[in-house]
């Protein structure tokens, strides 16, 4: 038996084990919400069915504000800033990663960008252009994205393997061939990771951005019904966005499992 085939067999039990021990942490945390609701005021910490009823309420349209386009308004700036953060933040990353002098200029750019709140920047968006409709929320999605795509990039840069460069010298490869057979395969999975996070990343900042600076969107019509007390409904329109964050974020998962399982195809070959 194969090393690759003994660590499939090895794996079903543990597959099923974690699948086991997820269904119990969910029941948990169901009965731990319950229990918590029962004892507080539903406007303060509301059921499971109370946020059904809410949810409800929204699917039928009988909310205060029209989900769809209130979330079309919330996508639209998540697309726009993820777009925008990753065409600014690979090509600086790579530069970062081959080049020392934009190396030293631009790591303290980056390093201090991470540790800035984004509600920081939202405040200096409306203090600068006033709450405005897109503005403002997406120059604060790409101040904020743009960091994590430079430092994952750069670093990735700098691990792409010299003797494959030198090799390419030595063949006289042309600078279209060197990027097409060694920069992007070895830069696609920092991308695809990348693009992973700044999306998980982005529907928060997104919201805090909305709170602020938009008069649309998700983070606005949360911060009106915070203001009037109604727990269930911000969880109600929280919840749907959170499972399609949740499912992109698998797909892209799989997406990168499928197209980079070679590698692990290629260790085990190196380990029989």
């Not at 042309?174 to 696609?188: A, E, Y």
């Amino acid at each position: 038996m194969s090393n690759r085939q003994l660590g499939r067999t090895l794996d079903l039990p543990l597959i099923r084990h974690e699948r086991f021990n997820t269904v119990v942490l969910i029941l948990t945390l169901i009965l731990l919400w319950e229990i918590v609701a029962f004892r507080n005021d539903p406007h303060t910490f509301p059921s499971l069915v109370e946020v059904a009823s809410a949810l409800y309420t929204i699917g039928a349209g009988s909310a205060d504000y029209a989900f769809w386009s209130e979330a079309y308004a919330t996508l639209l700036r998540i697309v726009v800033s993820v777009t925008l953060a990753l065409l600014i933040g690979v090509p600086l990353g790579i530069a970062m990663g081959r080049m020392s002098v934009a190396e030293d200029f631009f790591s303290v750019y980056v390093l201090i960008s991470m540790s800035v709140p984004a509600f920081v920047w939202a405040f200096l968006g409306v203090l600068w252009f006033g709450a405005t409709e897109y503005l403002v929320t997406i120059m604060v999605g790409i101040v904020v994205l743009v960091p994590y795509v430079v430092f994952n990039i750069w670093q990735g840069t700098k691990e792409i393997n010299e003797n494959l460069l030198e090799m390419g010298t030595v063949f006289e490869l042309g600078t279209t061939s060197t990027w097409r057979n060694i920069f992007i395969p070895h830069l696609l999975p920092y991308i695809l990771s990348s693009t992973r996070m700044i999306v998980a990343i982005g529907w928060k900042i997104m919201l805090v951005a909305e709170v602020f600076g938009a008069n649309s969107g998700l983070g606005f019509v949360i911060s009106e019904y915070f203001l009037q007390h109604q727990n269930d409904m911000i969880l109600a329109w929280s919840i749907p966005f959170m499972v399609l964050i949740f499912l992109f974020e698998r797909l892209l998962r799989r997406l990168e499992t499928n197209l980079f399982e070679w590698k692990s195809t290629e260790d085990d070959f190196t380990m029989a």
